[in-house]
C-alpha cells in the first residue's frame, strides 16, 4: 500500500508543525501533501525548509474542500488520508488504517480532545436517511481508496461547511461502506480557550438544506429532519436569552438566518441535483475546475 497524506492548513503554522512531526514518526514512508490556503503567518517558509514534505500546494481559495481537493489532484497513493493541521496522530494510527481498509474502501477514528476534567473522545455516528445507511466521518482524520475518491469526484467545493457529512452521504449512496476504528486515533494538542464561538447560522442551515436536498431530493424526511435541527438550535439560543448569555435580538436574529439559509441551501440544492443526477452528486468536483492551485513545490 502507498500511502499519500493530504494536510490543509490555513494560518496555523506552529500546529502544522507539530502535525508533521508527528506524520514523519509514525508514517514515514507516506507520501506528505500540504496544501496551504492564503496564509499569512510564514507557513510557506517553514514547509520549505523541511525535507519530510513531498509536495506544497499554494491555494488562494480559504475553503478546505477546495484545499482538500487540491491535495487529490496531486497525490499518487492508492490511499490517500486527510489529516486537520491542527490534529497530531497516535502511535496506533497507522496500523488502525491499514486494519480498516481490509473492512471497508474508506476508514475513520476518533480525535481525542483534552478538556478541564480529563479527556474527551468519539464513538461512531451512524444514521438511516430515506433508507440509506449513512457513516459519518471527520474530515481531519480519514483514508480513503484512491479509486473511491475518483468515484466521488472528491469534495463538494461549493460547501464551505460540511463537506465530509455530505460526502458521506454521497458515499451511502454509491453503496461504499465506511470503516470505524477506535485505534485510528488523533490527538487535539491545542486546548480550547473555553470561550463562546459564534456560529454562523446561516452558513449552517444552507449548507444542511443543500446536502440533504443535493443528495435525497424534497421529501418528508428532509424537511424533518431540517426543521429538528432548527427547532433544536432554536431552543438552545432561547436558553441562552432567558439566562443572560444573550440578547433578545440575537434570538430573532438567528431565526432570520436560518431561514435564510435554508431557502438557499434549498434552491442550490435542487440545482445541484439536476445538474448532477449520477451517484456521485458532485456537480463542484474535482473534474469541474483545473485553477485550484497558484502555485506548487514538488520535491518528489
Known amino acids: 500500500m ?6 490543509p492548513t ?37 514547509v520549505r525548509d523541511r525535507d519530510d514534505v513531498d509536495v506544497l500546494v499554494e491555494v488562494s481559495a480559504r475553503t ?11 497525490a499518487t497513493g492508492d490511499v490517500i488520508a486527510f489529516i486537520s ?10 496500523e488502525a488504517l491499514v486494519d480498516g481498509l481490509t473492512e471497508a474502501s474508506v476508514v475513520t477514528g476518533p480525535t481525542h480532545r483534552t478538556v478541564p476534567g480529563g479527556m474527551t473522545t468519539e464513538s461512531a455516528e451512524q444514521r438511516e436517511i430515506a433508507q440509506r445507511d449513512v457513516t459519518y466521518f471527520s474530515g481531519g482524520n480519514v483514508a480513503f481508496e484512491a479509486d473511491v475518491l475518483r468515484d466521488l469526484d472528491g469534495f463538494d467545493e461549493y460547501l464551505e461547511t460540511g463537506g465530509s457529512r455530505d460526502a458521506a452521504h454521497r458515499l451511502a449512496g454509491m453503496t461504499v461502506d465506511v470503516a470505524w ?10 486546548e480550547a480557550d473555553g470561550g463562546r464561538t459564534q456560529r454562523d447560522w446561516g452558513w449552517k442551515y444552507r449548507a444542511l438544506s443543500y446536502r440533504l436536498v443535493k443528495n435525497y431530493g424534497v421529501r418528508p424526511t428532509v424537511l424533518r429532519r431540517t426543521i429538528s435541527h432548527a427547532l433544536s438550535d432554536a431552543a438552545t439560543t432561547a436558553r441562552d436569552v432567558i439566562g443572560g448569555d444573550a440578547q433578545p435580538t440575537a434570538w430573532f436574529g438567528t431565526g432570520r438566518d ?29 473534474s469541474k475546475r483545473a485553477d485550484r492551485a497558484v502555485a506548487r513545490y514538488d520535491w518528489r
Open 85 to 94: 493541521y491542527d490534529l497530531r496522530i497516535e502511535d496506533s494510527w497507522r
Open 181 to 190: 476504528q477506535p485505534e485510528m486515533s488523533v490527538r487535539c494538542e491545542y
Open 64 to 74: 478546505v474542500n477546495v484545499a482538500r481537493n487540491a491535495g487529490i489532484e496531486v
Open 10 to 46: 490555513l494560518n496555523g503554522r506552529d500546529q502544522l508543525l507539530s502535525c508533521l512531526d508527528r506524520l514523519t514518526a509514525e508514517a514515514p514512508d507516506a507520501e506528505i501533501i500540504v496544501v496551504n490556503g492564503p496564509s499569512a503567518d510564514g507557513t510557506t517558509g517553514m
Open 2 to 7: 502507498q500511502l499519500s497524506v493530504v494536510v
Open 258 to 286: 436560518v431561514v435564510s439559509g435554508i431557502t438557499t441551501g434549498t434552491s442550490d440544492g435542487l440545482v445541484a441535483r439536476s445538474r448532477d443526477r449520477d451517484s456521485s452528486r458532485n456537480p463542484h468536483g474535482i
